[in-house]
């Protein structure tokens, strides 16, 4: 059943964000992700590096649910970013889309895992 659950939101991330790149005509992105200023990359690896520690310094945070929940925080930097530097080419609203989809995943993942 869980495994189901995760296979459907999975197909529905991949249907829903190709109906967005083809709505909003969203240019596809070159490769990784490339940071606009040097505060954005510095905040960006913070967060990287603060949810890696979480589970060494508690050990019984269960990994597997909080990392949805990094997933959100990176997706809303990248968002912001790319909303403050780049807003014409509309691809802060893909990050804003991966920070929902992040945080219904992080929910789901609490609620069937926990």
Do not use: C
């Not at 909303?83 to 993942?109: C, E, N, P, Q």
């Amino acid at each position: 059943m869980r495994v189901i659950v995760l296979l459907i939101m999975l197909s529905l991330w991949i249907m829903l964000r190709f109906f967005l790149k083809t709505k909003l005509q969203i240019s596809k992105k070159n490769g990784g992700y490339k940071h606009e200023r040097k505060e954005f990359a510095v905040l960006f690896y913070v967060v990287i590096a603060v949810g890696a520690l979480v589970p060494l310094i508690y050990p019984t945070v269960n990994f597997f649910l909080l990392f949805p929940f990094i997933g959100v925080l990176v997706n809303l930097l990248f968002s912001v970013e790319q909303w403050i530097y780049k807003r014409d080419s509309k691809r802060h609203l893909f990050y804003l889309f991966d920070a929902a989809h992040w945080l219904v995943f992080g929910m789901t993942a609490f609620l069937f895992f926990a």
